[in-house]
């Protein structure tokens, strides 16, 4: 089968090529993609700036049908529309594995990036990754799940939004929206925050019914909460600039490289500086009880389905923040 595949370390090296038709082995299952979500993280594999183990088929963000069924699989499973946690392998006794926080394990290995992913036809994962999706969810917005769940990592294990605390995010791309979403369902009052280019997100996020405004615009106030998406320098700063003293910093946008921000502000307010790497499975099941009591809107973020031979546009598009969520479909 064709897959997109990171073929050798460094800046690109990303083209469609011939992968290894997954097999089920015990206690796994081979699913048929649905959709694949692009990612930041994804752009930042392209880029050479997030670590991966090539030759190696990309993609994190998934929503399939069970195909085939390994041993010891129930058969329930089969035929089921589901979306799967990312992680293929964890070493199990580390004490982060013991606390149920998988995502720190230092021997965790996730498709997409060291395990063959999602932009391909088929995916092998572990039986336990996956989760039932409703009937009357759309299989491609579905696949938004995992970056949902991502947010529900950094802003609810533990709560970090408390009911009518005013909450600032910073970059209304797709993790920002979802955030919103997220602090929102906690309780918060929450205002988005763009730039100039960003007003087709920020009408998005207005749709929502999110107060908006951009760097245009005086500036939004002190906030309880600070969310940062957007991943750059200028979001960092304005993000620690609106906090207001002792006030909590939520870091959920990434980089790729290192940033100069004006880290003695958090001094100055005793602000308290946290995140979230990646999911875990409570995070996981805060995501899709979210979805299941639709207090979370996936719909409003979804793009465009593309096929996988025009990964090139939809990458690019994903880069230049046309839109807020391109789905791969095989």
């Known amino acids: 089968m064709r897959g997109l595949t990171k073929l050798a370390p460094g800046v690109g090296n990303v083209a469609l090529s011939d992968r290894p038709e997954p ?16 990612c930041g993280t994804d752009i930042h594999i392209y880029d050479g700036e997030y670590a991966s183990l090539p030759p ?28 799967t946690e990312t992680y293929f392998s964890t070493c199990g006794h580390c004490r982060f594995c013991l606390d149920g926080r998988i995502n720190l394990c230092l021997e965790r290995r996730s498709i997409g990036s060291f395990v063959d ?40 294990n533990p709560e970090r939004v408390a009911a009518g605390e005013g909450v600032l995010v910073v970059g209304p791309g797709p993790i920002g929206l979802l955030a919103a979403q997220v602090a929102r369902a906690a309780g918060g009052d929450v205002h988005v925050r763009g730039t100039p280019r960003d007003g087709p ?20 106030g002190d906030f309880d909460v600070v969310v940062e998406c957007s991943g750059h320098a200028a979001g ?9 003293r ?11 490289k290192p940033v100069s921000i004006p880290f003695d502000l958090v001094c100055f307010g005793e602000l308290t500086v946290t995140s979230g790497n990646a999911s875990t499975p409570t995070s996981w099941e805060r995501a899709l009880q979210l979805i299941d009591n639709r207090q979370v809107d996936l719909e409003p973020l979804f793009s465009d389905a593309v096929p996988l031979t025009e990964w090139e546009q939809a990458f690019a598009a994903t880069r230049s923040g046309a839109g807020i969520k391109y789905m791969l479909v095989p």
């Open 56 to 83: 190696v088929t990309m993609g994190h963000e998934v929503s399939g049908v069970v195909a085939e069924l390994g041993d010891g699989v129930n058969e329930t499973w089969s035929g089921a529309r589901v979306v």
């Open 117 to 156: 992913g999602g932009f391909a036809p088929r995916l092998h994962v572990p039986a336990r990754n996956l989760h039932r999706i409703p009937d009357w969810l759309d299989g491609r917005v579905a696949a938004m799940t995992e970056p949902l769940a991502c947010c529900c990592q950094s802003l609810l």
């Open 246 to 256: 002792g006030a909590r910093y939520v870091q959920i946008g990434l980089a790729g």
């Open 236 to 244: 960092m700063t304005f993000a620690l600039e609106s906090a207001r």
């Open 201 to 220: 997100r920020l009408d998005i996020a207005q749709r929502l019914g999110f107060t908006t405004s951009t760097t245009d615009d005086a500036p939004a």
């Open 23 to 38: 097999d089920a082995a015990p206690g796994h299952v081979v699913l048929d993609v649905i959709a694949a979500g692009i």
